[in-house]
């Protein structure tokens, strides 16, 4: 898939031709200008949005949801394998090697594999050192144990995650029921009733961290109960897509079997961009548009429904409705 897919060196090469820039090397010999990468640049951008989210084609009146912006993932919560590094005495516990620790942690349970002694998380110094509530046993101080982290209600999301698309499922040999999403408000509430005990999640909700305008918005996952030990959690959603970096080995979403459509829309942005308005390749992008979304819809039903036989009823030509009346034996 690789091989026919489009990387960022040759997209802003293709863009850079088509602007009147010349064939040259982004970020090589001979290299475009300051000025011309910002113009490349806003040319790709424009066009991942445009493939992202498009503009609904006739007869569509919403816009098409790609299928390889639906992802399957797996969280886990906690960390299970950690180990003890040097520098861990007393109350601090040091991890130099999976740098484990997030702010998330306060109040997390920290449990020794051989001794099986828990310890609870005071506060965290940074990601690879925490300062406990209670001071280590001398069973537990060695360089080299194990231990697992577990017991905090919220876990960190994927970087590019939009919304959840269904429930957080089990993995078959736990055998639980999934986790329903009950929105945060009610997850809150649950958590106040439990006071702190641990145990298997039944219900989570969703959370945005606050941020700054130099960061990104991170997402959040809360679970109540709070989990009594490290479970592995698959769950499905919907990709909030980021534009591809500038390096050589940058993919678009969608890989090979939609990079057609995206070097189609790609000439149409970059014609409007040079001549300030939609040209002819705008006619062969919106039919690539409508080709790839095609051939998404056939891949058949995703989360709910039959989404390609829903597309099919939605594009058939309403037939005209003929109602024939009788009255006294005499079609009217």
Not at 27 to 32: E, H
Request: glycine share 8%; hydrophobic share 35%; aromatic share 10%.
């Amino acid at each position: 898939m690789a091989d026919l897919a489009v990387k960022h060196a040759s997209a802003a090469k293709r863009t850079g031709r088509l602007l009147g820039y010349g064939r040259k090397t982004y970020g090589g010999s001979p290299d475009y200008t300051a000025g011309q990468k910002l113009d490349i640049d806003e040319v790709i951008e424009n066009a991942e949005r445009r493939l992202y989210y498009p503009e609904p084609i006739p007869p569509d009146r919403v816009s098409h949801k790609w299928s390889f912006l639906e992802v399957e993932t797996t969280l886990e919560t906690g960390v299970a394998t950690a180990e003890v590094t040097a520098g861990t005495t007393g109350t601090t516990l040091k991890d130099a090697t999976n740098t484990p620790f997030t702010t998330a942690m306060v109040g997390a349970t920290v449990k020794f594999t051989d001794s099986e002694n828990t310890y609870t998380i005071a506060s965290v110094t940074s990601t690879s050192q925490v300062t406990l509530s209670s001071a280590l046993d001398s069973d537990d101080d060695d360089v080299a144990d194990a231990f697992t982290i577990y017991g905090y209600e919220d876990y960190e999301l994927p970087a590019d995650f939009g919304h959840i698309l269904d429930r957080f499922e089990y993995q078959a040999s736990v055998g639980y029921s999934p986790i329903e999403n009950v929105g945060v408000a009610r997850v809150r509430q649950k958590l106040v009733e439990y006071a702190g005990t641990l145990g298997v999640p039944k219900i989570f909700g969703i959370v945005s961290v606050a941020h700054d305008s130099d960061t990104d918005q991170i997402r959040r996952v809360k679970f109540a109960p709070k989990p009594d030990q490290v479970y592995t959690l698959s769950f499905m959603y919907k990709v909030e897509p980021v534009k591809i970096a500038k390096t050589n080995e940058e993919y678009p979403y969608g890989g090979a079997q939609f990079a057609g459509a995206f070097l189609a829309v790609l000439d149409a942005e970059a014609e409007r961009f040079r001549f300030g308005v939609y040209g002819e390749k705008n006619g062969y992008a919106q039919q690539r548009l409508r080709a790839a979304i095609d051939n998404d819809l056939r891949q058949g039903p995703r989360i709910i429904g039959n989404l390609a036989a829903e597309a099919r009823r939605r594009r058939s030509p309403r037939k005209e409705r003929r109602v024939t009346v009788v009255v006294n034996g005499v079609t009217q």
